[in-house]
C-alpha cells in the first residue's frame, strides 16, 4: 500500500507522480492535467506525505524512507483573496521540502509550503482557473514575494466517550505464531491481521472512540480477559483453507457458542455486512463458535466480543457459489477490510449507547 507520492520529471521534461511505498513505485501518472493529479491523489488516501525528487533525480528513494515531517510550516495568511492562478508549479528547496506555487502566466501569486496530501489537494482545488502542472527544472528559482497559504487545521472529532480495544489474531509467544500463510507463499496472517487492525483504529479514533490495539503473548483467554472495562472487544484475523478444502472465499465474524448474547451476535452480523459490501466477497454473516479468546473476554463486563475474518487469504482464485473471484489482492484488501471492522463498530455504538 502506497505511504507517499513522489513528483518527479520524466526523460521527456513531463511530470512523473508515482505513488510509492517505501522505495517501490506501485502506480504513476505521467500527466500535466490537474484534474488527473487530484484524482491520482485521492486515490492512495494511506499516502500522508509527498515529495519534489531532486531536480537531477538522484537518491529519491533513498531519502524517502526516512520523509519530512508531516506538518505544514507556517504562514502568514490563511486567505489571501480571490485565488486566480492558470496553473502550479512544483519546487524543492535546499532543505528538500516542498513547495507548491500557484502561477499566473510568469508570476507566482500564492505558494503552499508543507508535504501534506491532503492540504496539496485543498491547495490545487483553491485556484479552480487552473488546468496544468509542471515540476520546475533545476535551472528555475523559487518565486519570493508571494503570499503563502496555510491549510485549515481540521476540528478534532469529539469524544464519544466508548472504548474500544483490537485485538491482533496470532503473533507473540513461544514459538512465535505466523497464523495461516497467504496466497503468495511469504506473506502471514499476522502481518495481516496488523494492516487490518490498524485500518480498523484509525477509523475509530476519526469518530472520536477512544481504541486500544495490542498484540500480547498469553493464553486466549488471558488475553480476552484485557477487554474489562471496554465497550467492544474485537479480536481481528484473516481466514485460510482448511485441510482438504479447495475454494472458499468469504467475510465472516464469529460471537461466542454459549457465553456470546444478543449484542455480540448483532455486532457480528454488522462487521461481517460491511467487510463483505466493501470487499464484493459472499457474506458469511454472524457464526458462533467455542473460541478462547472471546470466552476470556466475555468473562468480563465487555458489552460485545467478536472475532472478524475479513477474507481468506490463501484463495487463489476461481468461482466461489457461482461468482468468480480473483486472487485477494492482501494489503490493500486487509486495509479495506479493517476499515469496514471500523465502521461496522462506529455503527454499533452509535445504535446501542451507553445507559
Known sequence: MANWISFARDKSDKPLVSAMNGGTVE?????????????????????????????????SEVEAVELLPQTDSSASNDTNGTPDATWFQFFRNGDGQPIVVAMKGTNGVESYKGNLRQALIDFLVRHSGAKTFQIAPASTSIPQGIPDWKPRTPEPPKPSGH???LEIGHGPGVPFDPGAIAHDNKTTEHELNIIAANAARNVLVAAGVECTVIDPPGSLH???LRASGFDVFCSVHHNALRKGQNKAQRSEAFSHATKGDKPDQELARMISAEMSKTLGLPNGGAKQAKLGVLSGAEDTNVRAAVLAEVYFIDFV????SGKSFPPPDLKNSSTRGGEAIGRAIVDWLEKNPRR
Open 27 to 59: 502506480e504513476s501518472l505521467n500527466s500535466d492535467s490537474k484534474d488527473n493529479l487530484i484524482g491520482f491523489l485521492k486515490r492512495f488516501s494511506g499516502a500522508g506525505t509527498f515529495l519534489v525528487a531532486k531536480p537531477d533525480g538522484s537518491n
Open 163 to 165: 472504548r474500544v480495544m
Open 222 to 224: 488471558s488475553i480476552g
Open 317 to 320: 482464485g476461481g468461482t466461489v
